[in-house]
C-alpha cells in the first residue's frame, strides 16, 4: 500500500546490481533441465535426522518439495501446502494477515494467544521460530520444503508434539546464478521476486533475494468498496558464506520481513447478541443465511490495520574435526513486532475488536557434534538453549455489548502482560546398521523449559445513566493481577527398527514421543480464573509402521505409513457461554488440560512418470481422531446451565480424508522451447474449526480444482507461467473464531475464491 513504489524500487535496483553477475554464473543456471523432461523421478535429498539422506531411506514420515514443485502446486505462501501433504490443516490464523494455523494428524495449536506453545514446530535453516505470529512465510528464496508428521522430541531445537516443517533456503555457493520474476493476478497482485548468488572468489560466496508482494484483497465493504484479506509484504534474505580452509564452513544469513495491511475478516455465523442490564438479550445482528458473498463489514477506521516487522539473523558453522567428526553450531537472534487490530465479530459493530500488539524477541544456540564411522554407525550429540521474551499490549473495545435500559455503556478492557521462557535440551540420536538390511535407530532427549508470567488486565466501563436515567451507572472498574513462574521438564525417547528389501525398497516401524511444555493462561480476566491459571504439559506416544519403495527403473515410488497415536492432557482454550439464568457475559475463557485422545491413521504418496514427458502423482490420508476423554462440566455435569453432551464429539481441524491427484505433461516445442501443462484436484473431508465444536464453525467436505500452464525458453533462460486456483470458485471455510461468551461471536474465515495469476520469469 504506503510502500509499493519504494518496494520496487529497491526490487529494480537488486536487478540491476545482478546483471553484472559472472558469466559462469548464468550457465549453471541456463543448463538446468526442469523436472518435466527428466526420464526418470529425481532422487530427493531430505534432512529430517539432521544430515542429507535419501527420503526413501528415513524411517519418518515426510514429504519435501523443491522449488519448481512448489511452483507447480501454485504455492506463493508456506500456507500453499494446504492439500499437497497427508493429514496437514495449514492456513492462515484466525483474522492475522501474518500468522499460520498447523494441524498435523490431529495435533496442533488450537488459540492463537503467544502465551501457548505451538504444536508443530517451524524452522528456517535449522532456526526454530517460537511464535504463529510472523511464521506465513511467503516463498520467495526456498531450496526445499520439507513437512515432518508425528512427534520431534529427540533431534530438533524444540519439542514439537505434532510434527515439524522446515525451510531451506538457498546456498549462495551451491545455488549460484539468479533470477528475477513478476506476477500480475486477480484483485490487483503484484509481485516481485529476485535472487542472485554465486562465489565472490575462491572462498567466499554471497547472496541476495528480494520480494514485493502485494494484493488488494478478496473481500470488501459493499458501502465503502474497501477491501480486506489483501496483502503488503516487502521481504529480503542476504547470505554471506565462507570456506577459508578445508573442512570449514560457515554462513551468515540476516533477513527481515515488513508487512502493513488492511484487516482479515471473515464472517459472523451466529446471532451478535448484545446485553441489556434491564431488558436482557438484544440481538444486533441475526445470523447470515446464504452462501457467503466475499462481503464484510467492520467498526474499525481505515488507518487501523495489520502491521508486522519480522527481523533476524543467524550464524551456522561446520567443523570437520577429523574423517568421522562433525562439529556444527547454529546461533539465532530474531525479533518480531506486531500491531494488529483485529474485528473478531467481523461486523459493523463494536463487540470483539482487540488491538494486539506483541514485541518479542528470542536468541537461541544449538551445538551438535556428529560422528560417522564410514559404515554401519552414525550419531548425533546435541545442546540446545533458547532465551524468549514475549511483552504483550492489548486492548478490548465492546461498546456495543452493553446497554442500560436502552443507554449505551462504553466498555475497555486493557491487557499487559509479559512472557519470558527459558528452554535447555541435551539430546543424543544413535543409528546403527547391526546386521545387513538391518538398521536400529534410537535417540533420548532431555527438555526443562521455565516460564515467568506477569499479566494485569484493567476494565473500564462508562455511561451516563442507568435505569433509565433514573439512576447514575455505577459499574465498578477494576485490575486484576497475577505473575507466575513454573518448570516443566520431560524425556522423549524415540527408537525405530528398519528393514531394507533390496536397493529400492525398506519398511520400517518405530516409536516417539513429543512433549509441549505447559504454560499460564493469557485470557485470565478475573481474580477467579488466576488462582488456576496454569496448565500443565501435553504429551503423546506416536507408534508408526511404513513402507518406501522405488522401482528397479527409477519410473515409481510409493511411500504408506500407518500410525496410531495417544495423546494426553490436551491444552484446550474453551469458552463459557452465557449463563441462560444471568444477564451478563462471563468473559471468562478457561484453559483445560481436558481431553485424552486417540488418533490412528493412514498416509499414502505416490509418484509416477509416465514416460519422459508425463508424471501423475498422488496423496492419500485418514485419520480417525476420538477424544477418549474430556473434562468440562458443560458436557459431563447435566445440571450445569450450559449442558451441551455434543460439544466435544469432534477433534478440531481434523479431517477424516484428505486427498490429492496431479498430472503433469511437458511439449517439446522443437526450437521454440517446452510447453508444460498441469493440474490437480484436493479433497478434504468435513473439518470442525473450533474445540468448542458449533455447527456453523464448520466445513462440509469440499474440492478444489487448479491448472497450470508453463512455457520455458530453449536455453531455458525464459519462463512465463500461468494458473488458476479454486478453479470451480468454491465457496468453503479455513478457520474460526469462537467466542460464545462475549456477544455469541463465532467467526468463519474463507478460502481464497477462483484466482488467476500470470508471472514471467528471467533465469541469469
Known sequence: MKRTHLKYSTLSLAVALASAAPAVVAQDVATATPQSEAATLDTVQVTARRRAESIQDVPVAVSAFGEEQLKDLQASNIDGLQGAVPNLNIVQGRGSANSVNVFIRGIGQPDALQTFDPGVGMYVDDVYYSRINGALFSLFDVQQVEVLRGPQGTLYGKNSTGGAIKINTKDPFTDAGGAAELTVGRDGRREGRFYAGGQLGETVAASIAVASIDNDGFIRDPATGRSFNGDDTFAFRAKAAFRPVDGFRATLSVDRTRQDTDLSLGRPTAPLVATDLLLGPVVLKPAPTGEFDFTARTSFAPWQGQQMTHTGASLTAEWDVSDRLLFKSITAYRELQTNSYIDIDASEFELGDVLVALDQD???????????????????????????????????????????????????????????????????????????????????????????????????????????????????????????????????????????????????????????????????????????????????????????????????????????????????????????????????????????????????????????????????????????????????????????????????????????????????????????????????????????????????????????????????????????????????????????????????????????????????
Open 362 to 764: 528470542q536468541v537461541s544456540q544449538e551445538l551438535q557434534l556428529q560422528y560417522d564411522n564410514g559404515s554401519n554407525l552414525q550419531a548425533t550429540f546435541g545442546l540446545y538453549y533458547m532465551k524468549e521474551d514475549v511483552p504483550s499490549y492489548q486492548e478490548a473495545y465492546a461498546d456495543d455489548l452493553f446497554f442500560n435500559g436502552g443507554v449505551p455503556v462504553q466498555f475497555l478492557r486493557t491487557i499487559e502482560d509479559d512472557l519470558s521462557t527459558t528452554s535447555k535440551a541435551a539430546f543424543a540420536h544413535f543409528n546403527w546398521e547391526f546386521a545387513p538390511t538391518w538398521t536400529l535407530a534410537a535417540g533420548v532427549r532431555y527438555t526443562e523449559d521455565e516460564k515467568d508470567y506477569a499479566r494485569s488486565t484493567s476494565t473500564f466501563w462508562n455511561s451516563t445513566s442507568l435505569f433509565l436515567g433514573i439512576l447514575p451507572f455505577a459499574a465498578l472498574n477494576e485490575t486484576v493481577a497475577f505473575q507466575a513462574r513454573q518448570k516443566w521438564s520431560a524425556v522423549t525417547p524415540s527408537l525405530s527398527l528398519q528393514k531394507a528389501f533390496g536397493d529400492n525398497a525398506m519398511g520400517y516401524v518405530s516409536a516417539n514421543r513429543g512433549f509441549k511444555s505447559g504454560g499460564f493462561n493469557g485470557r485470565a480476566n478475573s481474580a477467579l480464573e488466576t488462582t488456576a491459571a496454569a496448565f500443565d504439559p501435553e504429551f503423546v506416544w506416536t507408534y508408526e509402521a511404513g513402507f518406501k519403495l522405488r522401482s528397479q527403473d527409477g519410473r515409481l515410488q510409493a511411500n504408506v505409513a500407518a500410525f496410531h497415536s495417544r495423546y494426553k492432557d490436551f491444552q484446550a482454550r474453551v469458552s463459557e457461554v452465557l449463563n441462560p439464568e444471568s444477564p451478563t457475559p462471563t468473559f471468562s475463557f478457561p484453559v483445560l488440560n481436558a481431553a485424552e485422545m486417540e488418533v490412528n491413521g493412514f498416509e499414502f504418496e505416490g509418484v509416477a512418470r509416465l514416460g519422459s514427458a508425463t508424471t501423475l502423482s498422488a496423496q492419500l490420508g485418514w485419520t480417525d481422531a476420538s477424544y477418549k476423554r474430556f473434562d468440562d462440566l458443560r458436557t459431563t455435569d447435566p445440571t450445569n446451565p450450559a449442558y451441551n453432551p455434543t460439544l466435544h464429539e469432534h477433534v478440531p481441524f481434523t479431517p477424516d480424508w484428505t486427498a490429492r491427484i496431479a498430472l503433469q505433461h511437458a511439449f517439446t516445442l522443437g526450437g521454440a522451447g517446452t510447453l508444460t501443462v498441469g493440474g490437480d484436484a484436493s479433497y478434504r473431508g468435513d473439518t470442525w474449526l473450533s474445540v468448542d465444536n458449533r455447527a456453523n464453525l464448520s466445513q462440509d467436505a469440499y474440492t478444489l480444482f487448479g491448472l497450470y500452464g508453463v512455457w520455458d525458453s530453449p536455453q531455458y533462460a525464459w519462463q512465463v507461467r500461468t494458473g488458476v486456483r479454486n478453479l470451480t470458485d468454491e465457496v468453503y471455510k479455513i478457520e474460526g473464531q469462537e467466542f460464545s461468551s462475549v456477544g455469541n461471536i463465532q467467526t468463519a474465515y474463507y478460502g481464497r475464491p477462483r484466482d488467476w495469476y500470470l508471472s514471467v520469469r528471467y533465469n541469469f
